[in-house]
């Protein structure tokens, strides 16, 4: 199992979900052992960061990575796609400091790299083994990583909300029997009426629109399409994970 890149630069430009301004995005092709790097250009130049843990910022509603005072945002939805495509080496460049979030899924990001291509280059791809069992609770919220011969991901869920509580509670997906694009790329993003009012409090949310997420009141989903799946709500969390 060689390294992949994509084949050439693909581009598109979208509305920041949280920042609500117009963002810019360039995925790159990079050679091997590059890994993912992310270009967050800034009035000072371009700032490079890779997602590793200590790039974290933030976590609050998305998950935040930050170098030499730049920060990108909402990076979660490309880099399950990146993962999922089986991308080892990419550049992403971004203006805005926010990735955009398009339909609020992974199915966009899917379509762009889909449609750079991918390239297979010489040099082996490398792996991290989980070699015992790691957990972290806060409250009552928990997560675990476990070893196991290949990749799976479960994802449960509990909001206590009706149009929720009809939809499946719990999903699993094992990627050595499952495809990324057909089983979780589809999936979006979901809030709740309730909560936008805090959150613009916040400066989050400023995007946020029935095109690009699940938006429910207090019994309802408000989308007239309704959901693309019975498992969306959870499916999106996996594809978050």
């Known amino acids: 199992m060689n390294q992949t890149t994509i084949q050439r630069v693909v581009t598109c430009s979208g509305i920041g979900?949280?920042?609500?301004?117009?963002?810019?995005?360039?995925?790159r092709p990079a050679s091997a052992n590059t890994g993912i790097i992310f270009d967050i250009h800034t009035p000072d130049g371009i700032r490079r960061v890779s997602p590793a843990p200590k790039a974290v910022a933030t976590t609050v509603l998305a998950t935040t990575l930050?170098?030499?005072?730049?920060?990108v945002s909402t990076v979660e939805h490309l880099l399950a796609s990146v993962l999922g495509l089986?991308?080892?080496?990419?550049?992403?460049?971004v203006e805005g400091g926010e990735i955009p979030i398009m339909d609020g899924s992974g199915s966009t990001f899917v379509f762009l790299i889909r449609a750079a291509g991918i390239q297979?280059?010489?040099?082996p791809r490398k792996f991290v083994r989980v070699k015992k069992n790691v957990s972290i609770h806060?409250?009552?919220?928990?997560a675990s990583l476990e070893p196991y011969d290949g990749y799976k991901l479960s994802f449960a869920i509990d909001f206590g909300h009706p149009a929720i509580d009809e939809t499946a509670q719990f999903v699993e997906v094992d990627f050595n029997k499952e495809n990324y694009i057909e089983s979780v790329s589809h999936a979006r993003t979901f809030g709740f009426v309730n909560d936008l009012e805090m959150l613009w409090g916040m400066g989050l949310a400023q995007?946020?629109?029935?095109?690009?997420?699940?938006?429910?009141?207090?019994?309802h989903v408000l989308n007239p399409?309704?959901?693309?799946?019975q498992d969306e709500f959870a499916k999106h969390k996996l594809l978050d994970a």
């Not at 089986?86 to 460049?93: E, H, K, T």
């Open 225 to 229: 399409d309704g959901l693309r799946s």
């Open 86 to 93: 089986g991308i080892d080496n990419l550049i992403i460049s």
């Open 17 to 27: 979900l949280h920042s609500g301004n117009k963002v810019y995005l360039a995925l």
């Open 66 to 71: 930050g170098s030499n005072g730049a920060t």
């Open 138 to 142: 806060v409250g009552d919220k928990w």
């Open 120 to 123: 297979e280059q010489d040099a």
């Open 207 to 219: 995007g946020g629109t029935l095109d690009n997420a699940i938006v429910l009141d207090d019994f």
